[in-house]
């Protein structure tokens, strides 16, 4: 990374981190917790390829880097920023995707879950090494599965969208969404108008 490279990525980890630590409790100035979080961190944002800052080589490895650390640290404009063209911006929503298809089924899903899953595309080790077109369909692969969750639940796509951002714990049955106030609060919002349907 080169210098202003190195220097907003710590910025942006020092966000990433205090915001982590308040969320678990943890001092902010307890270093060997710090560290330990980074190197965790730095290893999801690429697959497992780098776990420190020193291995990060390729423009594509630093802007994954910063998506992810941006994403921690609740910078939506930083996440805009290095997602703005579309290999970065597919990737996200493949690693979004993942999320959500992990939340509704409460297994963990990865890229390696998407490797397994459709074989037939012969994807490469890493989502970091997915050309673009795959990658796409990948996307939409994993968003007809993350649709047909909803549609089983009964549960419109967006509702389970905001349902995820404000923490909801899914659930396919209707009446336990009914009485859930964070399922509450994700569907009353559309139906006020406080939020556009995603």
């Known amino acids: 990374m080169s210098p202003a490279q190195t220097a907003l990525f710590w910025r ?24 330990a979080w980074r190197h965790d961190e730095l290893s999801q944002a690429t697959e497992g390829k780098i776990s420190s800052t020193k291995d990060v080589r390729t423009q594509r490895q630093y802007e994954a880097v910063m998506v992810h650390f941006a994403a921690l640290a609740g910078d939506d ?32 899903h990865t890229w390696d879950y998407a490797r397994g899953i459709f074989v037939q595309m012969r994807l490469p080790d890493t989502l970091l090494d997915c050309p673009a077109e795959l990658a796409q369909n990948v996307h939409t692969a994993l968003d007809t599965q993350f649709r047909r969750h909803c549609k089983e639940a009964d549960v419109r796509p967006s509702d389970a969208l905001r349902a995820h951002k404000l923490g909801a714990v899914w659930t396919s049955r209707k009446v336990d969404r009914d009485y859930d106030p964070v399922w509450q609060r994700a569907t009353a919002a559309v139906q006020e108008g406080v939020l556009a349907p995603a």
């Open 77 to 108: 404009a930083m996440v805009e920023k290095f997602t703005s063209g579309p290999e970065q911006r597919t990737a996200w929503l493949i690693r979004q995707k993942l999320a959500l298809l992990s939340w509704q089924t409460g297994l963990e």
């Open 12 to 35: 942006v980890e020092k966000t990433a981190w205090e915001r982590y630590a308040k969320g678990c409790g943890i001092r902010t100035s307890d270093t060997s917790e710090h560290d």
